[in-house]
T-cell receptor
Framework: QKEVEQDPGPLSVPEGAIVSLNCTYS??????FMWYRQYSRKGPELLMYTYSSGNKEDGRFTAQVDKSSKYISLFIRDSQPSDSATYLCAMSVASGTYKYIFGTGTRLKVLA | KAGVTQTPRYLIKTRGQQVTLSCSPISGHRSVSWYQQTPGQGLQFLFE???????NKGNFPGRFSGRQFSNSRSEMNVSTLELGDSALYLC?????????????FGQGTRLT
């Protein structure tokens, strides 16, 4: 079983829809949680960064962390065709290691 | 502020050869991490350097090595290339002072 599980998709939604992307994990030591967006043939771009549990909002993006359920989510409001990309979750422990564990990514297509 | 710069962007090599990839982190960032991205395995951690010292290492064979210079620039070397080494190699830069600090990726080097 992988430490971080993420549905690969593809997920197709109409423009303007609310998108929900999720990851589950097994290591209760994870404290830092990140979401990256990766366009084809580009490097991952950091979207959201959260520490421990709770919500964080940035524009159309909201990240949620539920440590009790070992579950994190990224919500995209008013989705746009330009949001079409692969979304990667990543997490790390808080013990001085800088090893990020990534999900395999969810491919999102927003249809105009 | 300049982002993370990786060179070269593309490399074509044959089995048995050696390759060196370069990464220049964001100015002021002292931590550089390297990842291998393949369609089957996703992003996998190779190693992380901070102030010229390797702080963490992933589960890759000894053919994969790296180093960091006093100006925080980092190089990754793969010796005796195998077909399975074909991948996108990404480096990430972060401040590195505390565990879990935000990591910013370069565009990657695609090795074929």
């Amino acid at each position: 079983q992988k430490e971080v599980e993420q549905d690969p998709g593809p997920l197709s939604v109409p423009e303007g829809a609310i998108v929900s992307l999720n990851c589950t994990y097994s290591n209760s030591a994870f404290q830092y949680f990140m979401w990256y967006r990766q366009y084809s043939r580009k490097g991952p771009e950091l979207l959201m960064y959260t520490y421990s549990s709770g919500n964080k909002e940035d524009g159309r993006f909201t990240a949620q962390v539920d440590k009790s359920s070992k579950y994190i989510s990224l919500f995209i409001r008013d989705s746009q065709p330009s949001d079409s990309a692969t979304y990667l979750c990543a997490m790390s422990v808080a013990s001085g290691t800088y090893k990020y564990i990534f999900g395999t990514g969810t491919r999102l297509k927003v249809l105009a | 502020k300049a982002g993370v710069t990786q060179t070269p962007r593309y490399l074509i090599k044959t089995r048995g050869q050696q390759v060196t990839l370069s990464c220049s982190p964001i100015s002021g960032h002292r931590s550089v991490s390297w990842y291998q991205q393949t369609p089957g395995q996703g992003l996998q951690f190779l190693f992380e350097y901070f102030s010229e010292t390797q702080r963490n290492k992933g589960n890759f064979p000894g053919r994969f090595s790296g180093r960091q210079f006093s100006n925080s620039r980092s190089e990754m070397n793969v010796s005796t290339l195998e077909l399975g080494d074909s991948a996108l190699y990404l480096c990430a830069s972060s401040l590195g002072g505390t565990a879990g600090s935000e990591a910013f990726f370069g565009q990657g080097t695609r090795l074929t």
